[in-house]
């Protein structure tokens, strides 16, 4: 949910409609993922002013715990949720996790130039492979083109007084 006050904030929706605020602060938060058993919540959020991997305990007083300290995106659960996955820039970093703690420093599981941005990546049951989306080289772009006076073109093409 995005508001002027506190940006973008996370929430959770109840089976009956109801929705309940999560991490509601004047950072943008997303891309929440909650643990295999229920009782965690990883999110990113630029508090610090940069993407950055948080978890917190669901209904838990304490506040939210950083995870990644030189940046972070698309953070996944491994499938026991004894790990967390995170994405900076086109490398991906697991930490272990264990009961409430992070375990160890995160450590860079592979480095893809050309992986997908976004989740783009996915851990398999037993832990053991990831599968990933990765481009072509030739898919990657190596320009940007700018258009102007779309609007112009499309009312010259299909005529006045169309949307």
Do not use: C
């Not at 929440?32 to 950055?52: C, H, K, Q, Y």
């Not at 990933?132 to 499309?154: K, S, Y």
């Amino acid at each position: 949910r995005t508001t002027t006050e506190t940006k973008t904030d996370l929430w959770i929706l109840d089976p009956d409609g109801g929705t309940t605020p999560v991490v509601a602060t004047r950072a943008d938060e997303g891309s929440g993922r909650i643990s295999p058993d229920g009782t965690w919540l990883t999110f990113v959020s630029n508090a610090t002013g940069r993407d950055e991997v948080y978890v917190l305990r669901l209904g838990a007083a304490a506040g939210p715990m950083q995870v990644s300290t030189a940046g972070g995106q698309a953070p996944v659960w491994g499938p026991a949720g004894d790990a967390l996955y995170f994405r900076r820039e086109r490398k991906v970093f697991r930490i272990g996790f264990d009961e409430g703690a992070l375990v160890g420093e995160p450590e860079m599981v592979f480095d893809a130039p050309n992986l997908l941005t976004g989740p783009g990546y996915a851990v398999t049951r037993d832990g053991t492979r990831m599968v990933a989306i990765q481009l072509e080289d030739e898919a990657i772009p190596d320009e940007i083109r700018v258009v102007t006076g779309f609007h112009d073109e499309i009312r010259r093409v299909v005529g006045p007084g169309s949307r």
